[in-house]
């Protein structure tokens, strides 16, 4: 797949976290989420956290909540017939959606062998707690097919009506989004096919190659070195004024992405990634990798690298974070191009828009250097495409350029994108399916996702840790400096679900700890079960959200004594979607008990919450 996934200054991923623990209980499930790890050092107290569910007495409790609508989504594919092409540039891809069966949940881990008792268990967690797997996709098979740079000649200009399934009849008589997002979601379970496996990326160790995909690198790798010989690759592009002085002067040494094409493991990363685009045709590929090397010479590559093209489109493209299997994430904001001054200045005419081309290649270029060409490390970049207030495929210059940087990135770019997601995706977008999904791939089909506005949030999470997606997203992570010290994407975040008219309540519990003292942590003497125990003063600090919020949230400290009263931290608040999405706050421990964080959901909407915490110990 020719991936456009250019990042400004792509931020290598976050080193995981330290180890830890966590479980999670349920009133109706007694184990949710387990994971155990070494206990905390023993300077802070030991905590535990543990989730209960009431049901809210504005809701019947035995409400069920409506599954989610199944995903859907394509992409160009490097398989396509003749062209071997793959994704498209920063602007808004007039393609069609084709449906990912996912699981309606991803905070669920995999039931134990022997679950636990229905009560709450106790579990020992430090100061963070472990995110959890994604759950591993299944191979597609890969079929040939137009590309979509040639469909997008024959696309008419403009939204097309509101489609609706074969033999039924939608009828709309009011313009409110939540009817749009009924429509969308209808359309989207009928004209959608069901039940596509997810696309797994193929491995690049040699051991984990066939027989005929092994004979196919062997036979590129000779091509290549045959034409790195005769000095092929320079002759083309050079001067032919003197071309026997040319080729003694040239280094034969040829690199893509400056990695030679014929030295070690990471050459053969390169060369399958053009096998992969041609189906393991040795030749095509072969004429692929001349055709990819002359256009790099043609366009100045090596020169684009140290251009200054300035920073107006920092906020169209960029990296932040990593998905749970350790991709960089690429965010493409079409929505800017909402504002007029910013549009004229990127696709008014040709001069602006190859500008704008070569800015996204820097990016692009920029982004693929960075990552890790070793057969197990990571060499594709996840890519999510942001759709609320797209121009759409009705503006004639948007269109040109879409055109002009797909056809440059399917014929140079091959296989760079681990998966595709487009969120808040117009409820009209998904008539471009009917037009586009025939010529697509079952492998295209797979590696693409398409969210409506209310399904972002969770679909983001499925594939990237909360803690890591951006908080304009529904996620925790910010721009952190040193006025927001207390966590940063190394700090993981648990995600739950709030069911429709239910209280969800996190215990974070302090108990007893070892009698070893250190001098620079305050002490106090705590008596419990007849037995004396040293009990470190400390501070813990939390934050949560719950997406969208419209629930009721409070906080308190309960103690363990009985003679000892409970502190209001946050009495119950109603929290609207206007209000700050991320509540950040701390209570100063100095006995045994438990902090209750919570949450009640008195809508008809399920709910995403998030939170995570932490323990610091407390100085006088």
């Given at each position: 797949?020719?991936?456009?996934?250019?990042?400004?200054?792509?931020?290598?991923?976050?080193?995981?976290?330290?180890?830890?623990?966590?479980?999670?209980?349920?009133?109706?499930?007694?184990?949710?989420?387990?994971?155990?790890?070494?206990?905390?050092?023993?300077?802070?107290?030991?905590?535990?956290?543990?989730?209960?569910?009431?049901?809210?007495?504005?809701?019947?409790?035995?409400?069920?909540?409506?599954?989610?609508?199944?995903?859907?989504?394509?992409?160009?594919?490097?398989?396509?017939?003749?062209?071997?092409?793959?994704?498209?540039?920063?602007?808004?891809?007039?393609?069609?959606?084709?449906?990912?069966?996912?699981?309606?949940?991803?905070?669920?881990?995999?039931?134990?062998?022997?679950?636990?008792?229905?009560?709450?268990?106790?579990?020992?967690?430090?100061?963070?707690?472990?995110?959890?797997?994604?759950?591993?996709?299944?191979?597609?098979?890969?079929?040939?097919?137009?590309?979509?740079?040639?469909?997008?000649?024959?696309?008419?200009?403009?939204?097309?009506?509101?489609?609706?399934?074969?033999?039924?009849?939608?009828?709309?008589?009011?313009?409110?989004?939540?009817?749009?997002?009924?429509?969308?979601?209808?359309?989207?379970?009928?004209?959608?096919?069901?039940?596509?496996?997810?696309?797994?990326?193929?491995?690049?160790?040699?051991?984990?190659?066939?027989?005929?995909?092994?004979?196919?690198?062997?036979?590129?790798?000779?091509?290549?070195?045959?034409?790195?010989?005769?000095?092929?690759?320079n002759s083309e592009s050079k001067s032919e004024e003197n071309p026997e002085k040319e080729k003694k002067q040239e280094s034969k040494e040829v690199s893509i992405w400056g990695i030679p094409l014929l030295k070690d493991e990471r050459s053969d990363v390169i060369l399958l990634k053009f096998l992969?685009?041609?189906?393991?045709?040795?030749?095509?590929?072969?004429?692929?990798?001349?055709?990819?090397?002359?256009?790099?010479?043609?366009?100045?590559?090596?020169?684009?690298?140290?251009?200054?093209?300035?920073?107006?489109?920092?906020?169209?493209?960029?990296?932040?974070?990593?998905?749970?299997?350790?991709?960089?994430?690429?965010?493409?904001?079409?929505?800017?191009?909402?504002?007029?001054?910013?549009?004229?200045?990127?696709?008014?005419?040709?001069?602006?828009?190859?500008?704008?081309?070569?800015?996204?290649?820097?990016?692009?270029?920029?982004?693929?250097?960075?990552?890790?060409?070793?057969?197990?490390?990571?060499?594709?970049?996840?890519?999510?495409?942001?759709?609320?207030?797209?121009?759409?495929?009705?503006?004639?210059?948007?269109?040109?350029?879409?055109?002009?940087?797909?056809?440059?990135?399917?014929?140079?770019?091959?296989?760079?994108?681990?998966?595709?997601?487009?969120?808040?995706?117009?409820?009209?977008?998904?008539?471009?399916?009917?037009?586009?999904?025939?010529?697509?791939?079952?492998?295209?089909?797979?590696?693409?996702?398409?969210?409506?506005?209310?399904?972002?949030?969770?679909?983001?999470?499925?594939?990237?840790?909360?803690?890591?997606?951006?908080?304009?997203?529904?996620?925790?992570?910010?721009?952190?400096?040193?006025?927001?010290?207390?966590?940063?994407?190394?700090?993981?975040?648990?995600?739950?679900?709030?069911?429709?008219?239910?209280?969800?309540?996190?215990?974070?519990?302090?108990?007893?700890?070892?009698?070893?003292?250190?001098?620079?942590?305050?002490?106090?003497?705590?008596?419990?079960?007849?037995?004396?125990?040293?009990?470190?003063?400390?501070?813990?600090?939390?934050?949560?959200?719950?997406?969208?919020?419209?629930?009721?949230?409070?906080?308190?400290?309960?103690?363990?004594?009985?003679?000892?009263?409970?502190?209001?931290?946050?009495?119950?608040?109603?929290?609207?979607?206007?209000?700050?999405?991320?509540?950040?706050?701390?209570?100063?421990?100095?006995?045994?008990?438990?902090?209750?964080?919570?949450?009640?959901?008195?809508?008809?909407?399920?709910?995403?919450?998030?939170?995570?915490?932490?323990?610091?110990?407390?100085?006088?």
């Amino acid at each position: 797949m020719a991936d456009e996934t250019p990042a400004q200054n792509p931020p290598m991923a976050a080193a995981p976290p330290p180890p830890t623990s966590a479980t999670v209980t349920d009133s109706e499930s007694p184990a949710v989420l387990e994971k155990q790890d070494p206990s905390p050092p023993s300077h802070v107290p030991a905590v535990s956290v543990s989730v209960t569910e009431s049901a809210s007495t504005t809701i019947a409790e035995n409400e069920e909540q409506a599954p989610p609508p199944e995903q859907a989504a394509l992409e160009p594919d490097s398989s396509d017939k003749g062209s071997g092409k793959e994704e498209l540039p920063p602007t808004p891809p007039p393609q069609a959606v084709e449906s990912e069966s996912e699981p309606p949940a991803v905070t669920e881990a995999p039931k134990e062998e022997n679950p636990p008792a229905p009560a709450a268990e106790t579990v020992v967690i430090s100061e963070s707690e472990s995110q959890q797997p994604p759950a591993p996709p299944h191979p597609e098979v890969v079929t040939e097919s137009e590309s979509l740079a040639a469909m997008m000649e024959k696309e008419e200009t403009g939204a097309p009506a509101e489609p609706t399934a074969a033999g039924t009849t939608t009828t709309t008589t009011t313009t409110t989004t939540s009817a749009q997002e009924e429509v969308a979601a209808a359309v989207e379970e009928k004209k959608v096919p069901q039940n596509l496996g997810s696309f797994k990326e193929e491995s690049n160790k040699e051991a984990d190659l066939s027989d005929s995909e092994r004979k196919a690198l062997e036979e590129l790798k000779q091509l290549v070195r045959e034409a790195i010989d005769s000095n092929l690759f320079n002759s083309e592009s050079k001067s032919e004024e003197n071309p026997e002085k040319e080729k003694k002067q040239e280094s034969k040494e040829v690199s893509i992405w400056g990695i030679p094409l014929l030295k070690d493991e990471r050459s053969d990363v390169i060369l399958l990634k053009f096998l992969r685009a041609r189906d393991f045709k040795a030749k095509d590929a072969f004429v692929m990798i001349k055709n990819t090397i002359r256009w790099r010479k043609e366009f100045g590559i090596d020169e684009l690298l140290d251009e200054d093209l300035g920073d107006d489109m920092e906020k169209v493209v960029f990296m932040h974070g990593q998905d749970k299997e350790g991709h960089p994430v690429c965010y493409n904001v079409y929505g800017e191009f909402q504002n007029k001054e910013l549009y004229q200045k990127a696709f008014s005419d040709e001069e602006k828009r190859m500008k704008f081309l070569r800015w996204r290649i820097q990016l692009l270029e920029k982004s693929i250097r960075k990552l890790d060409f070793s057969p197990g490390g990571v060499s594709t970049i996840f890519q999510v495409s942001d759709l609320k207030n797209s121009p759409g495929p009705g503006k004639k210059e948007l269109r040109l350029a879409t055109k002009q940087a797909l056809q440059v990135l399917q014929d140079n770019y091959p296989e760079f994108v681990a998966k595709q997601v487009f969120i808040n995706v117009p409820w009209w977008y998904l008539a471009f399916y009917t037009m586009i999904s025939p010529f697509m791939t079952q492998r295209t089909k797979s590696k693409f996702v398409i969210a409506l506005p209310s399904k972002s949030a969770e679909t983001l999470f499925k594939y990237i840790p909360p803690e890591q997606v951006p908080i304009q997203y529904g996620g925790l992570s910010v721009d952190y400096c040193d006025c927001n010290p207390e966590f940063s994407d190394a700090d993981p975040a648990t995600e739950m679900t709030v069911k429709p008219g239910t209280k969800q309540t996190v215990e974070i519990t302090i108990f007893e700890l070892t009698s070893k003292r250190l001098s620079f942590v305050p002490i106090m003497n705590v008596r419990s079960n007849g037995k004396n125990f040293s009990l470190q003063k400390c501070i813990l600090v939390w934050e949560i959200r719950v997406v969208g919020w419209e629930v009721s949230y409070g906080a308190e400290f309960v103690p363990d004594a009985k003679d000892s009263y409970a502190v209001i931290i946050q009495k119950p608040t109603k929290m609207t979607a206007k209000d700050e999405p991320v509540v950040s706050q701390s209570f100063k421990v100095g006995e045994l008990g438990k902090v209750l964080l919570t949450v009640d959901n008195p809508t008809s909407k399920k709910k995403k919450l998030l939170y995570r915490f932490k323990v610091k110990p407390f100085c006088d």
